[in-house]
């Protein structure tokens, strides 16, 4: 049987960079592929060449159909999408019993790694001292009276139970730290938000994108944390209120919060998020970025050959979660 498959973004650019043509070599070798990247653009004009496919393969920038043109695809079976969250266009599609499969094991990975490193750096108390030490007499107050505990016996936070709090948890174990976990929903926590930002050294943010995690991550919580805590977020921004956060910083110099996140992003203009010292920003390069984004292609390219053989598909996101 020949199966037809075509390449789906809004965003060319991104999918060339995510896709390399032997990527494309490869799905051509295994199924008849569509020659012209489909966008929202040219759609209309490609759709009627369209009815026979069963795949589409895309990343960052796929779009949602509208019910005409998705009746026009009664073939469809399978998106394999080569990125992390899907929440922005699956619906409709798992809706019509379309199958969305996405790269979100590969994207946690090094979202991960990097919560890993500010992690192991805001446990030796790195960010803070490198932004207080800046002359000579600095140097010897630093360093007999360092505030922070270090890599040994000291407890880190990790807020959501999801596949990057997962991965994350394996790459903790290599380290004498007591790492607790704070599911998402509420009914199955044993401790409370509040306990967790009162006792950790490293509170770090994995919530699940949700309607009802919005603001939760509120002054009251930034106000518990420890003298010289370490706050980080590459979850969402607008889980975060940001408002809040800002009013506790000003308040509490001791503390220090790495945001890859924000709500809005970037922050506006004039944002106390540029200028406040115990903020660190980064723009938003926790997940799969350059070389990176190979793994994604990996992943998807593992789970189309496990749909042609017959077999389970490990990463086919379904309305649960």
Known sequence: MAWHAALFSAQPEKFHKIYQPIDLSEISARCNLYPTLITPDNIDHHLSELAQVEFIFSTWGMFTLNEAQLDQLSHLKVIFYAAGATDYFSAPYLARGIKVVSAWRANA?????????????????????QREYRGPEQFHALANHHFAP???????ALIGAGAISQELQKLLRSFYLDVIVIPSRPENRTLSLEDAFASAWVI???LPNREDNIGVLNGDLFCRMRQGAVFINTGRGRQVNESELIQVLKERPDLTVLLDVTKPEPPEAGSALYTLPNVQLTSHIAGALNNETRRLVNYIMNE??????????LCDITDGM
């Open 304 to 313: 189309f050959q496990l749909w042609l053989e017959g077999k389970p598909l």
């Open 204 to 206: 770090s943010n994995h």
């Open 109 to 129: 990975i090094p979202v991960a790694e990097f919560c890993l490193a500010q992690i192991l750096l805001g446990c030796k108390g790195y960010f803070r001292n």
């Open 150 to 156: 270090g890599n040994y016996q000291e407890q880190v």
